[in-house]
T-cell receptor, first 113, second 110 residues
């Protein structure tokens, strides 16, 4: 069966510090991978998605970036965090075009202080 | 473009009450439609889905019917339980992307 992991689960970082969130998927190959952000009390905002290694599409221009160094690994990064980067970050994977469904990881709660 | 609009919350119901959460969509082509549920502090879980017009998705007593003529996918449950308290998201899939509504918070009180 397929599983998706995210870490860390919780993170507190000062403004201006770097960020690296990791997501890995097990039990499937060549998945579509997605990063979402969920601000407090709000819906999901798609940040990045990837259909293959090294292929990243950005939905919202901002100080975040994403990379996919391996087929089942998706990394969200920032060189300098802003207060507005606080939120709940969710990684998801899916297959197909259009995708039959998406499966979400447990999320990372990021607080920028 | 593609978008999903769902009713604003929060919604508070007594146990065993009937639930409806409205969802309408705008899409090019023929998207698949989904309802996801998010419990506090967790990621989203797929609740049900429908891939073509007139399909009915169902799971755990929840149902939603894909209505192409009204571009709707309303979520219903005949008798809610306290354990159904969560945030519910309507979504559509088109191309490689999913488009989510803003979520509707449901609280069920005993």
């Amino acid at each position: 069966s397929q599983t998706i992991h995210q870490w860390p689960a919780t993170l507190v970082q000062p403004v201006g510090s770097p960020l690296s969130l990791e997501c890995t998927v097990e039990g499937t190959s060549n998945p579509n991978l997605y990063w979402y952000r969920q601000a407090a009390g709000r819906g999901l905002q798609l940040l990045f998605y990837s259909v293959g290694i090294g292929q990243i599409s950005s939905e919202v221009p901002q100080n975040l970036s994403a990379s996919r160094p391996q087929d089942r690994q998706f990394i969200l990064s920032s060189k300098k965090l802003l207060l507005s980067d606080s939120g709940f970050y969710l990684c998801a994977w899916g297959r197909g075009d259009p995708p039959n469904e998406q499966y979400f990881g447990p999320g990372t709660r990021l607080t920028v202080t | 473009g593609n978008s999903v609009t769902q009713m604003e919350g929060p919604v508070t119901l007594s146990e065993e009450a009937f639930l409806t959460i409205n969802c309408t969509y705008t899409a090019t082509g023929y998207p698949s439609l989904f309802w996801y549920v998010q419990y506090p502090g967790e990621g989203l879980q797929l609740l049900l889905k429908a891939t073509k017009a007139d399909d009915k998705g169902s799971n755990k007593g929840f149902e939603a019917t894909y209505r192409k003529e009204t571009t709707s996918f309303h979520l219903e449950k005949g008798s809610v339980q306290v354990s159904d308290s969560a945030v519910y998201f309507c979504a559509l899939a088109s191309g490689n992307q999913f488009y989510f509504g803003t979520g509707t918070s449901l609280t069920v009180i005993p």
